[in-house]
């Protein structure tokens, strides 16, 4: 089989999702670096080659390229123990990684690039102004993962890791860098210790 | 089998991508209305009872509750023609899914709601210094959306409708709603045609 190659900023939480869905399942990637804060996904041979859309990660198997981290995590994942196998567990998954790119995602992962990548002082003051609304957003989506896992059983679906956790676990687990206080979010602390443990973890920075 | 309940608001493009969907494959739905303009879905016994995210489509099968538009489309779906049984097709069918949640309808769907049913004198101040950026996203995703079509085999996925085509036809058939002008698109106004003859297709006012 051709390697599967991920095109990545490694920094990137969306990134991290594939390589750590990759690390859980034994499976080697062929990993290229580029620069976001220097538009290396912008320029004519990535929108041409790549992404039509300017963006990584994109996981690229042969002459097939698969962007959005969570179908690519999706992908790597397909017939695993990482996707429940009950139907509607499986579409609960799903939710919880909708919910990642529409309530999560744009708030907290926004913040953090903005905060610890970009910085506030190069901040332009459109971006200055929507800083209370994702501040607001952020916290309303921990807020409803804390009330699930207090709730739950352990894990996003059930009692047991899943694409869920790991798509969620990206952007959350540093969310402190965003100026995030997990500190209030005790359940979703404790869901945090318990994906650290599983067999073949790897952190965001390897 | 218990009745299958939606938990909707009609003029939504979320709720009406489940609702073709099940239209497509033929499966009957009970239909509950709450007026998201008069905040009925923020109500202390929606937030217990329905989704704790305060949202709406819920698909509700019995006691379990499905929230998010993608995941309830793919319940409905599993196993069905509207999922590519390829495994690189189905990655591929949800990759277009998490692009329509992240790049697509925070931008046309919000200008929507926005304009056509808000109203523009009704909006906020930060609302309205939002528009020209959800205007530049919008366009952009739809030039995305215009370059696939144009060079692929007439679906998002191949040659055949997925859920893909779905989720993403609900807010871009109505875009002009948001002030976008389809007519700059032809490849995407001719994909629209063509779900509109799909069998079984039913209308977002139906």
């Known amino acids: 089989m051709a390697p599967i190659i991920l095109h990545e900023y490694t920094n990137s939480g969306n990134c991290y999702k594939i390589r750590l869905t990759a690390a859980l399942l034994g499976i080697a990637l062929d990993r290229r670096e580029y620069d976001i804060l ?27 390229m698969l962007p959005e ?83 739950g059983q352990g894990y996003f679906v059930g009692d047991r890791i899943s694409l869920a956790d790991i798509c969620l676990y990206a952007y959350t687990h540093v969310a402190d860098e965003g100026g995030f206080d997990l500190g209030a979010y005790p359940a979703i602390s404790r869901w945090i210790a318990a994906i650290k443990r599983a067999p073949g973890y790897i952190a965001i920075t390897d």
Chains 1, 2 share one sequence.
């Open 38 to 64: 220097k538009g290396e996904t912008r320029t004519p041979g990535f929108l041409a080659n790549v992404n039509a859309n300017g963006r990584i990660p994109v996981l690229q198997m042969g002459d097939q």
């Open 69 to 151: 981290s969570n179908a690519a995590s999706f992908w790597l994942a397909d017939g695993s123990p990482l996707i429940p196998a009950d139907r509607f567990d499986r579409a609960d998954m799903l939710r919880w990684m909708f919910f990642e790119q529409y309530n999560h995602e744009p708030n907290i992962a926004t913040l953090r690039f903005w905060l610890a990548f970009v910085g506030e002082d190069a901040l332009t003051e459109a971006q200055r102004a929507a800083i209370p609304g994702k501040r607001a957003g952020g916290d309303a989506a921990l807020a409803v993962m804390e009330k699930h896992l207090r709730d």
